[in-house]
Structures are given as C-alpha cells and as structure tokens.
DNA sequence: TGATTTTAGTTCGATTTCGCACTATTTAGT
DNA sequence: ACTAAATAGTGCGAAATCGAACTAAAATCA
C-alpha cells in the first residue's frame, strides 16, 4: 500500500480521535460531579432510541465492553438516574429503564452544552455539519460490521 | 436553542466517539501486547511532526492532561522505543527522541493495518475521506482554541 | 429429549486515564 | 534586581476501562 492512501486514513482516525478527546472534556466540564460522557450518552441513547434496553445492547451501541457497561450502568443506578428490571424475554437478562431525575438530567446536561453549541454553530453552521453525518455513520456502521465478532 | 440543532451536532460527537472507539480497538488489536493506540499515536506524531518534541506539546497535541502523556510517555521508554533528554531551552523540561526501535514499531505497525485500511478503503475510497479532513481539521482546531486553559 | 455449545451479566484484578498537589524553573510585574 | 505568579513534569490516589473467568440461562445439535 503505497504510503499517501496509508496517511489520509491515519490522519482521518487521528482527526476523530482528537475530536472525541475534546469534545469529552467539553461535554464533561458541563455535566454533575460524578456524571461523564458515558452516563450521559446512555441516558440519551434510552430517550432518542428506545427505553428499556438491555445491557448488552447498550455496550453494542457504543462498542465498549459488556463490562465497561455494567460499570456505567451501576454509576448510573447509584445516581437514581435508571432502574434495572429483569428482561421478560431472557432469565440470564436485564433491562435499563430511564427515571424522572434520568429524564431531568439529560434536560439539564443538553441545555447546559448550549452556549458550547452556540460556538460551534456560529463557526460551523449546522447545514455543514449536518451533510457529514450520513458518510460518519456508514464509517461506523462498516466498522461495526467489520470488527471481530 | 431548538431541538433539532441540538440533535445535528449531538449526533455527530456521538458518531465520532463511536468511531473513535472502534478504530482505537481495531488498531489495538493489531499493536504487540503492551502497546496501545496512545503509543502509537506519539511515535506516529514524532516522525510526522517532529522529532525532540517535550512532553507538553505532545500532550496538547493529542489534548490529553500531562500525567496521562507522563504515563503513556513511560511505557514508551521502558519499551525503548523512545529516549529523553533534557531539553537545554528550559530546565524544567525534556525532550522525547524516537530510538530506532520506535521507528521499526511504527513502520510494523501500520504496516499491519494494511488489511483494515484495505477493507476501509473498499468501502469508502481515499477521496471521499480526504474530502473531509479539512472541515475535520478545523473542527479540531476550533475547538482546541475554544477549550478552558 | 438430553447433551453440548453459546451467551448475558458480573466479579476480579490489571492497566489506563485523570485531577490534585508538589518541586524546581521560568516568566511577568514592579 | 527582586518578588510574585505561572508553569513543566511527576507522584499519588481515585475512577474508568478492559480482559479473563465465571455462573446461570438460552440456543443449538444429535
């Protein structure tokens, strides 16, 4: 493979991963102590997808390990921001169900991210980044294909 | 702010720390056991930026905390794959220069992504990514000017 | 139907990440 | 020139992440 194919995808992963980093810690600095991206991305994940999902297919969504999720998950129980019932469809199962304070947390942590959106905006107004989203989410949905079982 | 704004740029940090997270843990598995992405990362950065580069610039590079890149910087020595020396223009700091053995492992190890990048390639040929590095790029940047100091 | 294989969530321990605090050095202000 | 403030890198401890192993339940196979 000849090295400039090899530098435009490295410099595209690099790129995201820098922005992840960033885009983290801004979102961090805005939420509760003891609250982090992770916590947050579930609790929105269960309103903008579905309530009620279990363990293992939040971990998927995000693709992080089964128990990187059930540390998340058991951060979010200790805050009373989810409840976890048994999954009817599955003895060996759970499911993840969003509390009111879930529901006022996710309020509260969106609105506070808006002047670091407003920002953003105004640099790159939402058309722009809008017309990304299709080809990032057919890279992630590759990659999530692609990945080893 | 309206919903719908709130929602384009959401998904695109969602988006990127997906990928984030599934590039970081396709290019782990293809590192010798130790070696992670961060590791990678700062050899990559010294060969393509600059070699000699200290411990803050690198750690503003990948915007990282320093004790993150202290740590990331001391597996890298005991895996000889850097050296650091003081650097003369400031007492308090060091200088990070690759050994040849950091040149060896970052040749290795993209060359051993050569299959991922293939595949990806596959699926989404090198100008349609190239055409997004520069909005990627000052994304990064915006954002990296815009963060608390 | 019973045996075998696979799987969901958790425990455990190791590693990575990160904030706080520190020392020595540098920079800025008077 | 001297003092005060800021800073580079690190030690320390806590939290987050993650792989290995496990148990109980589900799925698959004969």
Redesign the interface.
Known sequence: ?DND??H????????????????????E?RLPKGLT?PHF?VI?HLIRVRDGQTPLTLARA???PKTTMTHTLSGLLEHGLVEMRPNPKDGRSKTVWLTDAGRTFRAAA?QS??P??????A??P?Q???Q??P??????S???A???P
């Open positions: 493979m194919t090899r435009v995808y490295f410099t595209f992963f690099n790129e995201i991963g820098i922005i992840a980093q960033l885009s983290r810690a801004a979102m600095a991206l991305s929105n995000f693709q992080v969106i991210s808006d670091d959106i407003d920002a953003l905006q640099a790159f939402k722009k980044v809008e990304m989203l080809l990032l989410a057919e890279i992630r590759f990659m999530d692609y990945r080893d």
